[in-house]
């Protein structure tokens, strides 16, 4: 357990959600707050895969009351956090939340966890480690390592975990970097159809810094490209659109 003067207690979603997080490493920002605005509502058995602290999910279950979300992630301390930030939310998101440290590799296997279950969810949201470490230098921080690198290529486990812990016609919701693209279609390919993708542009001059990408098990309709989002404008004021995300807590739109 990390110490409390270790943490800080950060506000998100206009102080709808309350995260305490390590003050170093990674932390949660933008990215899971956009991912879980991303997710369908109609959801109401969602799996956060790589959850951190909670972030995404929590978004989603203060975003959509009737939904159950069980995080999963594969370090100890921050699996704990995560609970504790589902208990210390008002209204507490504890009866809705259920936190499981493993790794996402092991999940939906007769060998894994028994939760989540195999084909049990209608939503896998997914905000994998973002940085191929062929491309990029890992931190000296090991929690920052871990939670940034990953090869490309690999994140077709993670989308194989997905494939196998939805249930026939489930969505899945992940945010990544553009350069990553051909290894995302190529994971999705032969597995999830429907495919969405939004580009998310820091500004309207700058090139898109993220992906926000909407896939159903199951089907095999080729990708279409959605409206791009753009965060703010060139002198860094927040979009209408950022602000109706990130501080009102509301849904980006239909994927």
Same mark, same amino acid.
């Given at each position: 357990m990390l110490p409390d003067d270790a943490l800080t207690d950060d506000a998100f979603l206009g102080g709808r959600l309350r995260l305490l997080q390590p003050a170093r490493g990674h932390r949660a920002g933008h990215d899971a707050m956009l991912l879980a605005a991303s997710a369908p509502s109609?959801?109401?058995r969602a799996v956060d895969l790589g959850a951190g602290v909670g972030a995404a999910g929590l978004a989603f279950a203060v975003r959509v009351p009737a939904a159950m979300a069980t995080l999963v992630?594969?370090?100890?301390?921050?699996?704990e956090l995560a609970a504790r930030n589902a208990a210390r939310q008002?209204?507490?998101?504890?009866?809705?939340?259920?936190?499981?440290?493993? @790794?996402?590799?092991?999940?939906?296997?007769?060998?894994?966890?028994?939760?989540?279950?195999?084909?049990?969810? @209608?939503?896998?949201?997914?905000?994998?480690?973002?940085n191929d470490p062929g491309r990029h230098r890992a931190s000296p921080d090991a929690g920052r390592a871990l939670a940034h690198m990953v090869a490309d290529a690999?994140?077709?486990?993670?989308l194989r975990a997905a494939?196998?812990?939805?249930?026939?016609g489930g969505r899945?919701?992940?945010i990544h970097r553009p350069e990553a693209i051909e290894a995302l279609l190529a994971g999705l390919k032969g597995r999830f159809g429907s495919v969405t993708i939004?580009?998310?542009?820091?500004?309207?001059?700058?090139?898109?810094?993220?992906?926000?990408i909407g896939?159903?098990?199951?089907?095999?309709?080729?990708?279409?490209?959605?409206?791009?989002?753009?965060?703010? @404008?060139?002198?860094?004021?927040?979009?209408?659109?950022?602000?109706?995300?990130?501080?009102?807590?509301?849904?980006?739109?239909? @994927?």
């Open positions: 109609g959801a109401r992630e594969i370090v100890p301390e921050l699996a008002r209204p507490g998101l504890a009866g809705r939340v259920a936190v499981v440290c493993a @790794d996402v590799a092991t999940l939906g296997r007769p060998s894994g966890p028994e939760f989540p279950a195999a084909r049990a969810a @209608d939503l896998v949201l997914m905000n994998p480690p973002f690999d994140v077709a486990t993670w494939e196998r812990l939805l249930a026939p899945l919701a992940l939004r580009p998310v542009h820091p500004a309207p001059s700058a090139p898109a810094h993220r992906l926000l896939a159903t098990k199951g089907r095999r309709t080729p990708p279409v490209f959605l409206p791009v989002l753009v965060l703010a @404008d060139d002198a860094g004021r927040p979009s209408a659109a950022a602000e109706h995300v990130l501080r009102a807590g509301g849904a980006i739109g239909p @994927d």
